[in-house]
C-alpha cells in the first residue's frame, strides 16, 4: 500500500487505542498545553459571532468539536476519514447530548467535490490533522468553505523540536512512547517552518498569528499553532 492508503487504514485500526489514548489523558503534550491552546486559539477566532458555524476537520474521536459545541449557539461539523472514529464521535456526543454533526469525509473528497461539506464556516479548524503531503491543497478547500472573514486554526507538531533530517519528507510514528499499545504505525508528512507558511500563502491565506505553546517548565514549545485569515 502507499502512503496515503496505509495513513487512512492505520486511524481505523488504531481507533480503539486513540480513544483510549485521548480520553485517559495519556498523551502528554496534550495535557501539558496543547488541548488549552488550539481551544483558545479557535475561542478567540469566534469572539463576537453569534451562532458560528464551525468545522473541525480531522476530528478524530471528536473531543474538540464537542469542546466547541459549548460556545454559545456554534454549529458544528466534525469530519473524519475515520469511520471507527466517527462512530467513537457520535456514541460520545450522545452521550453527553453535544449537538455536533459528524461526518465520515475524507481530505482527498473535500478536495474533490467542493459541494461536500458546504460552507461558509466561520472557523475551520485542523488540530494534528494535516498528515500527508497534500496540505495546500486541503487548506484551499478549507479556504474555500470559509466565509469572508472566516478563520482557519492549524495545530501541528513544531518542525524544531522533531528529530530528524530537518526537510519535508515522510516519517513513521510508531506509537512506541504511548502506555496503551496501537495495533499500526502511522505514516505521516513532515513539513519545516517555511514550507507550512508556504503552504498556507499556496492556498491564498495569510498567517494572521503565529503561537508556540511552551511546556510550562522547559518552555520549549509543545506546537506550532496558526491562525490564519484570507490573504
Known amino acids: 500500500m502507499d502512503h496515503h492508503t496505509t495513513l487512512r487504514t492505520s486511524w481505523d485500526r488504531n481507533a480503539d487505542a486513540w480513544t483510549t489514548a485521548v480520553r485517559d489523558g495519556a498523551i502528554a503534550s496534550r495535557r501539558l498545553g496543547t ?3 488550539v481551544v483558545a486559539a479557535c ?3 469566534l469572539a463576537g459571532r453569534r451562532a458560528p458555524r464551525v468545522l473541525d476537520a480531522g476530528c478524530g474521536e471528536g473531543w474538540l468539536a464537542r469542546a466547541l459545541a459549548t460556545y454559545e449557539g456554534a454549529q458544528v ?3 473524519d476519514a475515520s469511520e471507527a472514529l ?3 464521535a457520535r456514541a460520545a456526543d450522545d452521550a453527553v447530548r453535544h449537538d ?11 478536495r474533490a467535490d467542493a459541494g461536500c461539506v458546504a460552507g461558509p464556516f466561520d472557523l475551520a479548524v485542523c488540530n494534528f490533522a494535516l498528515l ?10 478549507l479556504a474555500a468553505r470559509l466565509a469572508p472573514d472566516g478563520r482557519l486554526v492549524i ?6 523540536t522533531v528529530d530528524g533530517p530537518y526537510r519535508d519528507g515522510w516519517r513513521t510514528e510508531t506509537f512506541a512512547g504511548f502506555d496503551t499499545p496501537f495495533p499500526a504505525a502511522m505514516p505521516w508528512f ?13 492556498a491564498g491565506l495569510r498567517v494572521a498569528s503565529l503561537e508556540e505553546p511552551p511546556h510550562p517548565e522547559t518552555a520549549r514549545p509543545l506546537s506550532l499553532l496558526l491562525t490564519c485569515a484570507a490573504a
Open 100 to 110: 455536533v454533526r459528524y461526518e465520515a469525509v475524507s481530505f482527498e473528497t473535500l
Open 35 to 37: 488541548d488549552a491552546a
Open 190 to 202: 513532515f513539513r519545516t517552518l517555511a514550507s507550512w507558511v508556504d503552504a498556507v500563502a499556496a
Open 132 to 141: 500527508d503531503d497534500a496540505a495546500a491543497e486541503t487548506l484551499r478547500a
Open 155 to 160: 495545530q501541528t507538531l513544531h518542525p524544531w
Open 43 to 45: 475561542t478567540r477566532a
Open 77 to 79: 461539523t466534525g469530519i
Open 86 to 88: 466517527v462512530a467513537r
